[in-house]
């Protein structure tokens, strides 16, 4: 059995078979693409995440996001940033030609890759970016130590 088998089933040889195999999979797709528009589901931030010698740094755009719509809750080990994008207009689903900029609520949560000093943690909001400054821990922080050698 190949990879891709034991990855989704079994491959049958007729074309019209894999075409019904596969429809369900496409129509399940495109629900999960509307589904947010519809209110039913909470959007999902797109992050970056990445050290300094001193910081775990997160990096997300939220444009059109004011700060008193945003929280922020902090761990040693996670961070769970909540808000709430709101649509100026008051439309309908008929008035939209396109509608991909999602409105509503959103949330993500990022799992931190070391212990982080959740009270000298900084969050700014900058021209529709959001930057989280979350300093290490100082047990994991890497020091360097001098090694001295000597003459016996």
Known sequence: MSFLEKLIGPISKGKSEN???LKPKIE???QKETDWAQGETEGQLSVDVYQTPADIVIKSTIAGVKPENLDIAITNDMVTIRGRRETEEDLGKDDYFYQECYWG???RSVI???DVQT???LATLKNGVLTIKLPKSEKTKTKKIEIR???E
């Open 28 to 30: 399940e797709e495109k």
């Open 105 to 107: 609520p959103f949330s």
């Open 19 to 21: 075409k019904v195999m």
């Open 149 to 151: 050698h000597h003459e």
């Open 119 to 121: 009270d000298k943690s």
């Open 112 to 114: 931190l890759p070391v």
